[in-house]
């Protein structure tokens, strides 16, 4: 049962070729409709039935079915990924089942009414030309927005790939065929029909004729016992018909030729073979067909205008358009066949039977109402595999370029980066490097496209080798350590300069002929080999090897920029820097050489140079001496003020690379941290962090870094960062023991060496202290503000919530109480129930309260203004107050105000809230009696000289405000009173502020 399930659903890799064989049965159907349709054999009635049935029950239904199901499998990533492709592929689905539901009722229509000339039955004539412009339109539409898709792409791309443009052209072009077609014939061409003779046999056949009695050339004649019925092209339409012949057919099919020659191009050098290599098989299956349909077509030469000679044309021109559809679904079946990739293998089988299959059903006349129509109709299905097809192909084929693009340029990378280890190494590291970039590379990019590029780790491998062949990093490499161990050899003395990144290339190319020397040297033969480089804990054992054969070795600690040997005989040093070339004899930013070198044999070169070399190995120290300080932690302080930006690149990297415990890093601005990603540093950090160092970083992160910052979290997940402010300076402090400053001269230089100004290099303790401290407290302080910004939206959340929570179920209390107290006549009960409802009128006004600070610090305050009287809101406030039964108190409520109507524009509610806060603080605050008065007025606008602003005074007979409160009246929870929260008045402020206006207080 689960093996039957597994069929059903195509899941079984067994059964792949079972779409092949369904798409090979549907295409020699097709080809056998388009045989009879352009009456190249002829069938009979009978045959022509079963045609039609098996295209209807077999191309619609089982076939259909299979491809369909087979393309759905096989784009599940992809539909997930674009839902463009996932609504095409349910539209597309849905029209073709119902274009076979509308096909079966064809059927039974033609059985019902026609079944003695099935075939040449018109009674559906309308259900079939439906039939045919719902496949057209569809297919049309289907290629239309592929093709847009294409060009979308090619205009978003930077480098303008033109194997996308002539996709985009060739879905255009196979559009536009089959819309111009549908055009043609069923706009352009009238049907006539006229009654049968009597005896008249049912037949079919095209004319190209043009008569009179009709008005125009009868394209196509179907005959049956009933009526005569004719296809004519109007006289006045002919010339637009012809053009539109033209334009539908060999534009579209020379762009999808060359289209299909440049894929099986772009594909072939996908490994970085040459187009010289371009295989001849390809060539003559593009070519042969090519020739077939231009001479058939009539394009290069006419042939007489006689049946005998237009039958054979037809018959060349047939060949053609069938050879060149299946030889092109033929050469993507070759490629398919050499790719390992399964499920670029699929897309490549969905192209090759959209592209073998669109051309034939395309070129079946739809004229002929039965298996005519259904097989030109199958254009839809066929024009969306090869869409889908070609989208696909496309997309992995870019991926290809991209991945051979980063292969190429990590390649390059790499092998400048890599030049301290040996030549058999360096190709070894270079291939697991580049590789393991180009798979991280690969995984992202099926992770955004739901298609796996189609390279294999086999051809990723073999284009590396072909890149290191044609930029000549590794043979230009290998002649420099040729040359430099010939000196060696040749020399009597043997004097050296040599950096701290040089000392480990030594010691893999040269140790053994080092060794030999020496032997040399304590045989007499030769007068020994000195050294003058910098002597640190990175480069301490390596120093140690070379001392333990002989080589004598001082300690420098400011070497000069260059590397350079001198012997008795010979100099040679590295001069240029990196240089960039190409082989194409093009400018190209991605091909550089190692660096040149000079060999020279003229005194005056080897004088200067030794008397250089003797210069620094008199002002240096013992390399025995330097070895003891570090092992005994007795380094001397340095600090050491640096103006060469590029000496300084070199220290950052070196610091950060000899990282083994902690490593501090403060960037001051966002693109600092793409700046020393390009100088390796990031990489360095991330391989302390894996060895265990603790690594954390402050740097501003914006969506310009936001790539660098993910490939940290990705690839050492321990690494802290956070979130900095920009600052103008950055500094990194290893293992506490070492510190870099830098100053930043230029924030948005591309690279470090333009950014930075100076920089101060130091070990001095007290120094690195100090700036630990600072690290800290700024990361200490980061982290205290992340962690109070968090503290604080959950407080704001809780008061939301609880305020909400609060509400809720104070309403219908409130209610329930008072329908009860207005039910109890007993007047205990109903003193008890008046208590409820004062508190909870109070907890109600509470959670109101804290809703409105909430709204107000959210930014969610909104007014509902509208014109009001104030007068008759103040009047219906005070009677409010008025009413209120306060045995404690006796208050008089007095309100002076202007006799006309007092009409303001603002929000009735929340002036109302206020000006209740208002007189219920003047009540709070009047211990016994007393009177509260509130005045209306207007008062002129300054600037507008209008009166055109309120003023409402409320002033009572209180004790006053306190002046402790004064200066923090309006403020969150300020207050001296023990029944209030303090929150009044500071909703009260910002609901005036929001009409742009002011409250104040005064004794």
Known sequence: MRERLNIFNFDNTRISRLPIFAAVAIIVLAIIALLVTRQIIVFDDHLQTIVFLLIVFFGYGIGSWILLGYVKRVSSELRRKSSFISKMHLSVTIIQFSLLGILLFIVYDNITHCPNFFSFCMSARIESVFVYAIASVSSSVILGLFSLKFFLWYKSDNKRNIMILLFGLATTALSMSILVDAVDKILLQQVIEVKSPEGTLPESSFLYKVDENLGGQIQYKVANSDTITYYVVPTELLPLHKMLIYLGSYPGYVIVWISVFVLLHQYYQRIGQKILKFPLKYLIMLVIPLALYLIGSGLIFSLPNDDIYRFYQRIVFRAGSIGSSLLFGLAFFVIARNVQSVKVKDYLTITAIGISSAGIAYSISALQQTFGVAGHSLVLLFSYLFGMGIYSCAIFLSQDAKLRKSIRKTAYEQAKSLVNIGAIQLKQEIERKVLGIAKQQEE?????????????????????????????????????????MEVIRGSNVFFVCIRLNSVLLTYNN???IYKDIMNKYRNGEHEGIRWVTTVDNNNLYLIKEFLNIGVRIRHVNNMPPIDFAVSDREMITFVG???TIDNRSKPSADVDTMQNLLVSNEPAYLDHFISFFEELWNNGIDARDRIKVIEQGL????????????KSS???????????????FLLPVDKAMIRVDKLGVIDHLINASIKGAVIKIICPLTEINLHVARKIERCAPKIKILNGH???????????AKYLRADLSEPNAENFTEAVGFTIYSNSKQSVNSFKSMFELLWNEHVLVEELKKADTMQKEFINVAAHELRNPIQPILGLTEHLANKIKDKGQKELLDVVIRNAKKLKKLSENILDVTRIEGGSFVLDKQRFDLNELIFSIVDDFSSQKNNAKSIKFEHDHLNDGFEVYGDINR????ISNLIENSVKFISKEGSVSITVGKKSDIVSDKNDMVVVNVKDTGAGIHPEIMPLLFSK??????????????????????HGGKIWAKN
Do not use: H, W
């Open 444 to 484: 992202t990019l099926t992770e955004q496209t739901g298609i796996r590029p189609s390279l294999t780790e086999g051809e990723m491998r073999q284009y590396l080798l072909n890149v290191l062949k044609d930029v000549k990093v590794l043979q230009q490499y290998e002649a420099i350590l040729e040359k430099e």
């Open 510 to 512: 040269y140790f053994e």
């Open 577 to 579: 820097g990196f240089k």
């Open 635 to 646: 380094e001397p302080e340095f600090l050491e003020v640096i103006k060469d930006s590029k």
């Open 650 to 664: 070199q220290i950052l990297v070196d610091i950060v690379g000899s990282i083994k415990k902690e490593g501090l």
């Open 726 to 736: 920009n600052s103008p300076v950055g500094m990194v402090i290893a293992d506490n």
């Open 911 to 914: 002036i109302g809230q206020v």
């Open 973 to 994: 929870f300020t207050t001296r009173s023990t029944t209030g929260t303090g929150l009044g008045l500071y909703i009260s402020k910002n609901i005036v502020e929001a």
